[in-house]
C-alpha cells in the first residue's frame, strides 16, 4: 500500500526566505507525481506536475524535483511571500488508467512580512 | 477557477440522516473522484465513476455511494450519518486514460454531522 509522508508538517519563516518543503513515498512504481495548494477551508489548487519520466518542472518561483527511485519529491520556493502562506499537499498516482491520487498530509507554511 | 463547481459550500446534519453533495466537473472531462478530507488531514479517496460507471473505491464503507449521469456530472450520497463522517468532501475531474493531465478540484462542501 502506498504511503506518502511530508515533512515538516508546519513551517514559518520570514518573508524572503528560500525554502524547501520534502515528500515521500514508499511504492516507487509511480505514474506521476502532482503538489497542491490548499488555502485555510478551500479546495486544492494544482501547482506542478511531475511525470515519472521527469526530474523536475519548474512554474515561476516555483520548482518541484522528482526522484522516484528513491522515492522522493521536493517542493522549492524561492523568494517567499506572505500571499504562500497556505497548506501545501503532495500526491502521488500509482495506475495510468486510474487517476487516483495518494496524499501526505500536507505542510502548513506560514510567511511572515 | 478550476471549472469544478460543487453543491452545497457548506451543510450541517443530524447522526442517521442521509446527505446528497452535487459535483459538476471540468468541461470534456469524463472522470470525477470523490474525496474526504478531514480536519489536519490529507484527502482521502472514496470512489471514481467514468462514464457512469464505478471503477474504483477507496476503503469506505457501502453507505457512501455516489452516481455520475451523462454530462459527467455527478453526486456523492451517505446514508446513516456518523459524527466522523464530519469532513471537507472534494469532488476531482480529469478525462480517463491521460493520467498525465492535471487533475482538478472544487472547492468542497464542508459537511458537520451533530
Known amino acids: 500500500k502506498q504511503e506518502v509522508t511530508q515533512i515538516p508538517a508546519a513551517l514559518s519563516v520570514p518573508e524572503g526566505e528560500n525554502l524547501v518543503l520534502n515528500c515521500s513515498f514508499t511504492?516507487?512504481?509511480?505514474?506521476?507525481l502532482q503538489w497542491f495548494r490548499q488555502d485555510p477551508g478551500k479546495g486544492l489548487t494544482s501547482l506542478l506536475l511531475?511525470?515519472?519520466?521527469?526530474r523536475e518542472q519548474t512554474s515561476g518561483r516555483l520548482n518541484a524535483s522528482l526522484d522516484k527511485s528513491s522515492g522522493r519529491s521536493t517542493l522549492y520556493i524561492a523568494a517567499s511571500q506572505p500571499g504562500d502562506s497556505a497548506t501545501y499537499l503532495c500526491?502521488?498516482?500509482?495506475?495510468?488508467?486510474?487517476?487516483?491520487?495518494?496524499f501526505g498530509k500536507g505542510t502548513m507554511l506560514l510567511v511572515s512580512p | 477557477e478550476t471549472g469544478v463547481t460543487q453543491s452545497p459550500t457548506h451543510l450541517i446534519k443530524t447522526r442517521g440522516q442521509q446527505v446528497t453533495l452535487r459535483c459538476s466537473s471540468q468541461?470534456?472531462?469524463?472522470?470525477v473522484s470523490w474525496y474526504q478530507q478531514a480536519l489536519g488531514q490529507g484527502p482521502q479517496f472514496i470512489f471514481q465513476?467514468?462514464?457512469?460507471?464505478?471503477?474504483g473505491r477507496g476503503n469506505f464503507p457501502p453507505r457512501f455511494s455516489g452516481l455520475q449521469f451523462p454530462n459527467y456530472s455527478s453526486e456523492l450520497n451517505v446514508n446513516a450519518l456518523e459524527l466522523d463522517d464530519s469532513a471537507l468532501y472534494l469532488c476531482?475531474?480529469?478525462?480517463?486514460?491521460?493520467?498525465?493531465?492535471?487533475?482538478?478540484f472544487g472547492e468542497g462542501s464542508w459537511l458537520t454531522v451533530v
Open positions: 476531482a475531474s480529469s478525462l480517463a486514460g491521460l493520467s498525465g493531465n492535471t487533475i482538478y
Open positions: 511504492d516507487s512504481a509511480i505514474y506521476n
Open positions: 511531475i511525470q515519472s519520466s521527469q
Open positions: 500526491a502521488v498516482i500509482m495506475n495510468s488508467g486510474y487517476s487516483t491520487l495518494t
Open positions: 468541461s470534456g472531462h469524463n472522470t
Open positions: 465513476y467514468y462514464r457512469e460507471e464505478e471503477n
